[in-house]
T-cell receptor, first 116, second 115 residues
Framework: AQSVTQLDSQVPVFEEAPVELRCNYS??????LFWYVQYPNQGLQLLLK??????LVKGINGFEAEFNKSQTSFHLRKPSVHISDTAEYFC??????????????FGTGTRLTIIP | GAVVSQHPSRVICKSGTSVKIECRSL??????MFWYRQFPKKSLMLMAT?????????EQGVEKDKFLINHASLTLSTLTVTSAHPEDSSFYIC???????????FGEGSWLTVV
């Protein structure tokens, strides 16, 4: 069984300040890791993903995340946030597979609010 | 890139009626699609895995007879909420992964309001 923990349900940050959204996971097998963003009343958009290779992955909108296997973490970071980054952010994992038919396990989400 | 589309984006139906939500993979064939339900300010709850040409696999606690899933083609899965009740009002999201790929893409979601 897998689980994903996002300890921070809400994170308020001033505009242009850096932000880190935390994600820790638990799994008995190797996993792929994802961050998705959800804007109000919309579906989920992929921000970035870790599959293999470099532990630092860069995504869209200036976000990046670092996979730390020893700490089973995949924290999301952005050096300078913008008002448009206000959204819900979900961390997710899935089993490594050669097929696209493995389900995702989601964290509970972190609401990022940017303060002007 | 791969795109998954849902229709309708918003639907209002009367209590006791049925409503169908479609999920389409637009530029790839998806043997498997997933249906999630999201409550306000909550995370996504996997309802079922939709398998092309066979029965869907439902998660524990999800009523199979209430949430009918049909995956008749490699690009279309449908979720039908039967005998809808106000408590079925929610945001429903589908997703699909391209064969041989490692990323799952999500639809835009469908808001269901049962009145």
């Amino acid at each position: 069984a897998q689980s994903v923990t996002q300890l921070d349900s809400q994170v308020p940050v001033f505009e242009e300040a850096p932000v880190e959204l935390r994600c820790n996971y638990s799994s008995s097998v190797s996993v792929y890791l994802f961050w998705y963003v959800q804007y109000p009343n919309q579906g989920l958009q992929l921000l970035l993903k870790y599959l293999s290779g470099s532990t630092l992955v860069k995504g869209i909108n200036g976000f990046e995340a670092e996979f730390n296997k020893s700490q089973t973490s995949f924290h999301l970071r952005k050096p300078s946030v913008h008002i448009s980054d206000t959204a819900e952010y979900f961390c997710a994992v899935r089993n490594i597979s050669n097929f696209g038919n493995e389900k995702l396990t989601f964290g509970t989400g972190t609401r990022l609010t940017i303060i002007p | 890139g791969a795109v998954v589309s849902q229709h309708p984006s918003r639907v209002i139906c009367k209590s006791g009626t049925s409503v169908k939500i479609e999920c389409r993979s637009l530029d790839f064939q998806a043997t498997t699609m997933f249906w999630y339900r999201q409550f306000p300010k909550k995370s996504l709850m996997l309802m079922a895995t939709s398998n092309e040409g066979s029965k869907a696999t439902y998660e524990q606690g999800v009523e199979k007879d209430k949430f009918l899933i049909n995956h008749a083609s490699l690009t279309l899965s449908t979720l039908t909420v039967t005998s809808a009740h106000p408590e079925d009002s929610s945001f429903y999201i589908c997703s699909a992964g391209s064969p041989g790929g490692n990323t799952i893409y999500f639809g835009e979601g469908s808001w269901l309001t049962v009145v």
